[in-house]
Antibody
Framework: QVQLQESGPGLVKASETLSLTCTVS????????WSWIRKSAGKGLEWMGR???????NYNPSLKSRVTMSVDTSKNQIFLNVRSVTAADTAVYYC??????????WGQGILVTVSS | QSALTQEVSVSGTVGQKVTLSCTGN????????VGWYQQVSHGSPKTVMF??ALPSGIPDRFSVSMSGTTSSLTVSGLQPEDEADYYC???????????FGGGTKLTVL
């Protein structure tokens, strides 16, 4: 069974860069789309972007200027960077796998709080 | 404002059948598979419908149907553990992005 585990700092200072890692076990990350999705308090799920293991990316237009995703197939890991964070970036961040538009597997999520 | 429109809330009694809808347009739901996800309070989302497929472990009380640019998730024989927020998603060709609905809060009375 494929398992996804997010890791990274739970607290980030405003204006700095949020960096998260998703480690995949139970299967290879090759030949799949990997997405980052977040949920802020009181709001719904927000898709941030996705990366294919070839390195091709698609980003949410509203976040495109601040988000970068990458992969390390040798370590079965996917990475997320969000630059210039504000309090609005406080959320639970999920790593997820799925083909076009549909999510099949979800990570357990990691809470990231942006402090002023 | 979400690209996909869902009811804010739906309620039903134990044993009842309820239907949640997810409406988009020809750039998204009308052209691509739709996923449905269940999120209970403080938990991670769980996929309850993967296109037309029921993932392993999801009871067959969950089913999905399509009509034009609307996907509908039906829960038959509603159970207390079905109380959760439900979200839909698909690909949007014009945005080149995955789009989510705003979510529906399902309450089991």
């Amino acid at each position: 069974q494929v398992q996804l585990q997010e890791s990274g700092p739970g607290l980030v200072k405003a204006s700095e860069t949020l960096s998260l890692t998703c480690t995949v076990s139970g299967g290879s990350i090759r030949s799949y789309y990997w997405s980052w999705i977040r949920k802020s308090a009181g709001k719904g799920l927000e898709w941030m972007g996705r990366i294919y293991t070839s390195g091709n990316t698609n980003y949410n237009p509203s976040l495109k200027s601040r988000v970068t995703m990458s992969v390390d197939t040798s370590k079965n890991q996917i990475f997320l960077n969000v630059r210039s964070v504000t309090a609005a970036d406080t959320a639970v961040y999920y790593c997820a796998r799925g083909p076009t538009g549909v999510i099949e597997y979800w990570g357990q999520g990691i809470l990231v709080t942006v402090s002023s | 404002q979400s690209a996909l429109t869902q009811e804010v809330s739906v309620s039903g009694t134990v044993g009842q059948k309820v239907t949640l809808s997810c409406t988009g347009n020809t750039n998204n739901i009308g052209s691509y598979a739709v996923g449905w996800y269940q999120q209970v309070s403080h938990g991670s989302p769980k996929t309850v419908m993967f296109g037309n497929a029921l993932p392993s472990g999801i009871p067959d009380r969950f089913s999905v149907s399509m009509s034009g640019t609307t996907s509908s998730l039906t829960v038959s024989g509603l159970q207390p553990e079905d109380e959760a927020d439900y979200y839909c998603s698909t690909w949007d060709y014009s945005l080149s992005a995955v789009v989510f609905g705003g979510g529906t809060k399902l309450t089991v009375l």
